[in-house]
T-cell receptor
Framework: GAGVSQSPSNKVTEKGKDVELRCDPISGHTALYWYRQSLGQGLEFLIYFQGNSAPDKSGLPSDRFSAERTGGSVSTLTIQRTQQEDSAVYLC???????????FGPGTRLLVL | GQQLNQSPQSMFIQEGEDVSMNCTSSSIFNTWLWYKQDPGEGPVLLIA?????ELTSNGRLTAQFGITRKDSFLNISASIPSDVGIYFC????????FGAGTRLTVKP
């Protein structure tokens, strides 16, 4: 595809369950980013991958959040033991490298009941 | 995470009017970007600025990268109804930090 894709588009889960969110970046983009957007708020940086370098995890809000990027392409954001305050839209973006413009996917809307 | 200070929070304008919004930060960024987000969609890039002092136009949009690298503004000239949406500024170095957004309403 031409753009960043994310799945699922919507996810409803119960408090305490684990969830996995997937991001497929634009082909050839070495940089991949995860952001969180709460209702009516701006975007909050979570984590950044650049090639084979160690990821920048400085934005992860707690140790319940983790992310992997396998083979330098697809990324998975995992939230363990979800809490109601984790409800938000999780956006993924990719760019050719960290100096270039990021392009966003449509997001995954997570609702924790 | 660290946020940028974006203002105004919201604007209600008449079609045809010009719009101006800005972002400031206490930190320096290497790149400033402006995005527009429609309901249910991811942000879409409008303008990217890569050098301090840079002034860039994209149609009716004009944006500038502040000389101190700590601020940027976006102007929209002759607004039209489809300009409605939320506009976000972002500073990149390389992970991005975002402003809280400016919600623009355009009355026909």
């Amino acid at each position: 595809g031409a753009g960043v894709s994310q799945s699922p588009s919507n996810k409803v889960t119960e408090k305490g369950k684990d969830v996995e969110l997937r991001c497929d970046p634009i082909s050839g983009h070495t940089a991949l980013y995860w952001y969180r957007q709460s209702l009516g708020q701006g975007l909050e940086f979570l984590i950044y991958f650049q090639g084979n370098s160690a990821p920048d995890k400085s934005g992860l809000p707690s140790d319940r959040f983790s992310a992997e990027r396998t083979g330098g392409s697809v990324s998975t954001l995992t939230i363990q033991r979800t809490q109601q305050e984790d409800s938000a839209v999780y956006l993924c973006a990719s760019s050719r490298d960290f100096r270039e413009t990021q392009y966003f996917g449509p997001g995954t809307r997570l609702l924790v009941l | 995470g660290q946020q940028l200070n974006q203002s105004p929070q919201s604007m209600f304008i008449q079609e045809g009017e010009d719009v101006s919004m800005n972002c400031t930060s206490s930190s320096i960024f290497n790149t400033w970007l402006w995005y527009k987000q429609d309901p249910g969609e991811g942000p879409v890039l409008l303008i990217a600025l890569y050098k301090a002092g840079e002034l860039t136009s994209n149609g009716r949009l004009t944006a500038q990268f502040g000389i101190t690298r700590k601020d940027s503004f976006l102007n929209i000239s002759a607004s039209i109804p489809s300009d409605v949406g939320i506009y976000f500024c972002a500073g990149q170095r390389p992970g991005m930090r975002f402003g809280a957004g400016t919600r623009l309403t355009v009355k026909p």
